[in-house]
C-alpha cells in the first residue's frame, strides 16, 4: 500500500519528536546502562515510554513514509 502525504507528515512529526525526546529521556539512561549504575532493563523501559508517548500511525511503513517526505521536501534525515 502505498503511503499517503497525510501518513508520511504524520511518521516524519513522531520520529522528530521520539528523537528528540530519546535525547531527553533515553539517553542518559543509557549512559548510566553503559557505566553500570542502572540496569538494562530501566533503560529500555526509558525507551518503551518514549516509543509509548509517540506511537507511529498506524498502517504506514516507516521507512517509506519518511522517503516519501525526502522526495517531496528535499530534506535530508537519517533513519
Not at 507528515?9 to 533515553?26: E, M
Not at 538494562?40 to 500511525?57: F, G
Amino acid at each position: 500500500m502505498s503511503v499517503t502525504l497525510e501518513q508520511a507528515q504524520a511518521v516524519h512529526s513522531a520520529f522528530v519528536q521520539r528523537k528528540y525526546h530519546y535525547a531527553k529521556i533515553a539517553d542518559k539512561y543509557m549512559v548510566k546502562y553503559q557505566l553500570g549504575q542502572c540496569t538494562k532493563e530501566e533503560w529500555e523501559a526509558k525507551r518503551q515510554e518514549v516509543k509509548d508517548m509517540l506511537p507511529y500511525p498506524d498502517g504506514a511503513d516507516k521507512e517509506e513514509a519518511l522517503n516519501k517526505v525526502k522526495a517531496e521536501t528535499g530534506w535530508d534525515f537519517s533513519l
